[in-house]
């Protein structure tokens, strides 16, 4: 619009000029020493405009040698520039399809003609390590460093996640201490820690971090107790495992309290104690659970506890059953407990009761002993004949559900798949 009106004004003066000079071509005269010239001011313009367009070509041309070279540097890296776009391009389309070689030979030779070199060293580092090339993984990772220092922690956690790919857990172990040395509040370095330490692993490490998990809001909080509590859980399973009881008081010491309530954690927390011969120290602790919370598998670990205070165990069991009368693990846990008191009479109607409300094998076994002591065999054997039953059923729904993972021996044949006896011989 600005040169549309300036040519409109350049063409006004010039009509103007023109009309002027038709009534009037006026008169130059210049002198120089001996030199004079004469002209008419019309010519005199004329020749005024002509050197006036002279000289500003020369201006141009002037100017143009000047630049050139940088123009000539300028369209060369946008050339290259494009041809880096290009590639780019052309390689990660390849990685995703797949192509992981042709993909790296894409980025990697056009990743110094990119104004963002990083992008192409990171991508090729991937396709390196997809291809089990580390040297090359890492040699790419390297060159990142170099062209973006600014880029380290960025660069570092692509190599944490490639080392973590790849099965290199100790090396990313290192990557990520390092890291967190210098970026200890970055959440993504938090949050590859937490995995890592699962992966190794190093559930005493993980328990270490939860706090900085839970200040820095790495997780949402349901997450984050999941999390504290499967670390817990393992520690308490590798000092089971170990025998350690020492270490295990010291894990349930260091628990959170709302952990402590967890069904999970406490059982298994107090099979090791039981196990361990120190179920006495768990009565009160079990059975405050039970009070706040019921469930079935810690009131049967209520009754397997050995040692004093039956007497008091039993009578706090009695009073659940106000609440809880129809269920049989109860029932078991107060047939138990009466057999440890010698209360035959009611060990007998707790542990019939037991096998009426429910398919529990050991009822039918605790009571079967119990009826052998007093004489009455036929009965004993139906219980203990119930009892194989239930049991062997158990049994193969385990191994169904994949829960069995030592060799199987022969199979048990189910009663009805026993051959009849009925008139057979003697060879």
């Not at 010519?43 to 050139?68: D, E, G, T």
């Not at 005493?204 to 998990?213: F, R, S, W």
């Not at 509590?229 to 309290?257: I, K, N, S």
């Amino acid at each position: 619009m600005k040169r549309i009106i300036g040519l409109a004004l350049v063409l006004l003066l010039g009509v103007a000029v023109a009309l002027g000079l038709r009534y009037d071509r006026g008169y130059v005269l210049i002198g120089y020493g001996h030199w004079t010239v004469e002209t008419t001011l019309t010519v005199f313009l004329l020749a005024l405009i002509l050197l006036f367009a002279l000289l500003y070509a020369l201006a141009r041309l002037w100017h143009a040698l000047r630049v050139s070279p940088r123009l000539m540097a300028r369209h060369r890296e946008r050339a290259k520039e494009k041809r880096a776009e290009k590639a780019l391009e052309q390689g990660l389309v390849a990685e995703v399809e797949g192509d992981f070689r042709r993909a790296e030979r894409a980025l990697a030779a056009r990743a110094d003609d990119s104004p963002t070199p990083v992008v192409f060293y990171l991508a090729a580092a991937w396709a390196a390590q997809e291809q089990g090339a580390t040297d090359r993984r890492d040699d790419y990772l390297r060159r990142a460093l170099a062209r973006a220092p600014k880029a380290a922690v960025a660069i570092r956690l692509v190599q944490a996640r490639l080392q973590m790919a790849g099965g290199e857990l100790e090396a990313a172990l290192a990557t990520l201490d390092e890291l967190r040395r210098k970026a200890p509040k970055n959440p993504q370095v938090l949050r590859l820690l937490a995995e890592l330490y699962q992966r190794l692993p190093d559930w005493n490490a993980l328990v270490h971090l939860i706090p900085e998990l839970r200040r820095r809001k790495v997780f949402p909080e349901d997450r984050l107790v999941d999390l504290e509590a499967r670390a817990y859980g393992e520690l308490v399973r590798e000092c089971t495992e170990r025998g350690d009881l020492d270490r295990l008081h010291a894990v349930w010491a260091g628990m959170p309290r709302p952990l402590r309530y967890r069904e999970d954690l406490l059982a298994r927390y107090t099979s090791a104690l039981i196990e361990g011969g120190e179920g006495m120290a768990v009565a009160a602790l079990l059975g405050d659970a039970l009070e706040r919370r019921w469930s079935a598998r810690l009131v049967y670990l209520y009754g397997l506890i050995d040692g004093h205070g039956v007497q008091e165990r039993l009578r706090r069991a009695e009073g659940w059953r106000k609440a809880h009368e129809h269920d049989p693990v109860l029932l078991l846990t107060l047939g138990r407990l009466c057999l440890a008191l010698e209360l035959w009479g009611k060990a007998r109607a707790y542990l019939e009761a037991a096998c009426e409300r429910g398919r529990l094998p050991e009822a039918h076994c605790l009571l079967a002993r119990l009826l052998e002591r007093a004489g009455e065999e036929a009965v004993a054997h139906r219980h203990w004949r119930e009892g194989l039953e239930l049991a062997v059923e158990e049994e193969r729904r385990r191994w169904l559900r994949g829960e069995v993972t030592a060799q199987p021996g022969l199979p048990i044949p189910r009663p009805d798949q026993l051959p009849s006896v009925a008139g057979s011989k003697e060879s």
